[in-house]
């Protein structure tokens, strides 16, 4: 089995048209970080040897970052990787489509794809990423975020409530997944 490294990366390096003055003009800029990304963080846990990181930098005009991903499985390969609204230890509904090689990315959305593995994907979270999300069954149902709502998106980042995973063949309903925790630069 291979191991799955997963890693988001996000520095003004990686950034075009982003330079450090820019980042440094920018007093609301934040770095996100997930903890280690692994099978254990799933709900219900995944026994997998995959393993990876989230980094992201909040901009005044998105959230940039950068993916890194190797599949475990010989069998298996990256089918999509999000975003998501929960809290620890809880599943969510799917805020943003990081890539995907499903075909379902929502209209309007930025459609990335996933590389075969080892792969690496970058780009900017922009409002049009921003999707609706609801808890719960009708007439009990509940919107935690509507579409479009990036200050939203920031600020739930910003308080812990959101988390990263990856999809596979093997594990459909995501093989690791790490929560986003906020750290100032």
């Keep these: 089995m291979r191991k799955i490294a997963v890693i988001l ?57 950068r993916l890194r991903y190797d599949v475990a499985s010989e069998d298996s390969d990256i089918t999509q990787s999000h975003l998501h609204i929960a809290n620890p230890g809880n599943n969510g509904g799917i805020v943003v489509f990081l890539c995907t090689n499903l075909g379902n990315t929502p209209m309007g959305a930025t459609a990335r794809d996933c590389p075969p593995s080892p792969g690496e994907v970058t780009g900017t979270i922009v409002m049009n990423d921003v999707q609706t999300v609801t808890e719960g ?40 997944r790490g929560q986003l925790n906020p750290r100032p630069r």
């Design 9 to 65: 990366l996000l520095s003004a390096t990686f950034l075009p048209g982003l330079s450090q003055a820019d980042t440094a003009r920018d007093d609301s800029s934040r770095r996100v970080k997930a903890e280690r990304l692994v099978g254990g963080n799933e709900n219900p846990p995944v026994v997998s040897e995959g393993s990876g990181m989230f980094r992201a930098w909040f901009r005044h005009d998105g959230i940039a970052f």
């Design 137 to 176: 069954e009708p007439p009990d149902q509940i919107t935690v975020i509507e579409a479009g709502d990036f200050e939203g998106l920031i600020r739930l980042i910003k308080q812990g409530a959101v988390y990263a995973n990856v999809h596979t063949d093997a594990h459909e309903g995501g093989e690791i």
